[in-house]
């Protein structure tokens, strides 16, 4: 199957801070990616969706100002936690999906963010 | 509305086939049944995926009754690294991945 990177596995950082995390497809061309938070002990909640080279779309109670999403190229996406707050702190998890006739979704390992 | 319906738990002994149902009473013509797996602390993992007719892969076999309204994911011989939450999604092919509280799988020795 595709495979999907993401870096960091994990990250600690201060309040207040910024964190970067980084989201490959590293076999295949993602014209789709996807971001996901999942709280401890709860199931994945989609945050998300970008398309290469267009502005993401926010699901509903997610702030666009404090979650930055950048597809600039079909390999790559970021997400950047601004001002980051213990309240953050959560398993932070992208995945990608092709195009064509490709609709199945690959997911990276994660990336474990905790906000001291 | 939740789309679908699964068990929260289930145990299964090593060796044995697990069964893992799911009820999706309104599910539409152009809607699939997807199932991912997570094993904990992992990024949810693609099993298989179907439309109408049964399928089976390496990993798993995914039986849809004839009124599409429920199915069943079968693990033909569990092991314990199949300990996991498995997630039935239904969606269209466009459509977001959006995850219910799935079904925990214990499998033990």
């Known amino acids: 199957g595709a495979v999907v990177s993401q870096h960091p596995s994990r990250v600690i950082c201060k309040s207040g801070t910024s964190v970067k995390i980084e989201c490959r497809s590293l076999?295949?061309?993602?014209?789709?990616m996807f971001w996901y938070r999942q709280f401890p002990k709860q199931s994945l909640m989609l945050m998300a969706t970008s398309n290469e080279g267009s502005k993401a779309t926010y699901e509903q109670g997610v702030e666009k100002d404090k979650f930055l999403i950048n597809h600039a190229s079909l390999t790559l996406s970021t997400l950047t936690v601004t001002s980051a707050h213990p309240e953050d702190s959560s398993f932070y998890i992208c995945s990608a999906r092709g195009g064509g006739n490709t609709y199945e979704q690959y997911f990276g390992p994660g990336t474990r963010l905790t906000v001291t | 509305d939740a789309k679908t319906t699964q068990p929260t738990s289930m145990d299964c002994a090593e060796g044995r086939a697990a069964n893992l149902p799911c009820n999706h009473s309104t599910i539409s013509g152009n809607e699939y049944v997807y199932w991912y797996r997570q094993i904990h602390s992992q990024g949810p993992q693609y099993i298989i995926h179907g439309l109408k007719n049964n399928e089976t892969n390496e990993m798993a076999s995914l039986i849809i009754t004839e009124d599409r309204k429920s199915s069943t994911l079968i693990l033909p011989h569990a092991t314990l690294r199949d300990t996991a939450v498995y997630y039935c999604?239904?969606?269209?092919?466009?459509?977001?991945?959006?995850f219910g509280t799935g079904t925990r799988l214990q499998v033990f020795p």
């Open positions: 999604i239904v969606k269209a092919n466009t459509d977001k991945l959006i």
């Open positions: 076999d295949f061309q993602a014209t789709t």
